[in-house]
């Protein structure tokens, strides 16, 4: 997992790799499943951007700002020549992708996904906003469901090592959840090892830290599967719209 930092002339093909997807996405819009992802965990890209080169920036931010449908040619130079344009949205958008290794995005195009999704929100909005907020709306107990989702995926980058620590530290835990664990430690697909983990956790939320502070929510496996979905879409949304993931 360490690895991909490493190496610079990897970290720029997958520049090019990333901005290819990450445009493909907004170009697509729902709909449009293309074919399973395979191989890296994470698309360290956007790493590499920086505020001075322009280049990559612009076009992420004006692919963000697009509507779904709307083509990708607009010159890159409005922003590299170093006057951003007011659209806050697209600048903080821009900034959040810098930040944050976006990962392979492919999952969210599948059909079954996105009706997943749709469903896990209104499931959400009915449960989990007794505690957390959902679009702005709901109790303020603990950090919107936006944040916390935020926090999970990016903690999802290095839940092999969590792994290790668990299995050491707890490895009662470790032995009872290991078959959850050595399925999210064989996916390569960070949204689905999320999906797997979102499952673990909503069956039962201290299934892989005692610590864990939410209590048990009583669910049916489809309104699992369905708000596990729906929490992985908040958290890409989420970055894309450069709202702030819940410091670790
Ligand atoms: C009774 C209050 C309560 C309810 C209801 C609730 N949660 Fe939570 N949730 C918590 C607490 C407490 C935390 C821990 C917050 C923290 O880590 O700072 C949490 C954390 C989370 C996290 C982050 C876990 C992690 O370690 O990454 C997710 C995801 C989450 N909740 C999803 C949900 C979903 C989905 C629902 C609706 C089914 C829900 N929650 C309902 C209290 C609640």
Known sequence: MAMWMQSAGFKRYLTAVSVTLFSGLFIAGCGSGTPEGS????????????GKSGGNGSEQASSVKKPASSSNNESPAQTAAGE?????????A??????FPMPDLTLLSDAAFQRNA????????????????????GAILQPPLVQVSMRRLKRMLDYDEYLEQLQSGDPDRFTAGQKTFEAIRLEQDVLKSMRLWLKGYLKHPTFDNSQAKMPLQ????????????????LAVEGYQKGETPLED
């Open 39 to 50: 191989g890296q965990k994470v698309n360290p890209a956007p790493v590499e951007v920086t």
């Open 84 to 92: 951003v344009e007011g659209d806050e949205a697209a600048e903080k």
């Open 94 to 99: 821009s900034r959040s992708v810098v930040d």
């Open 118 to 137: 749709k469903m896990g929100r209104l499931v959400a909005k009915r449960r989990c906003i007794l505690c957390h907020k959902i679009e702005g709306r």
């Open 218 to 233: 009583v669910l049916i496996p489809a309104e699992i599967e369905q708000l596990a979905c729906y929490v992985i879409q």
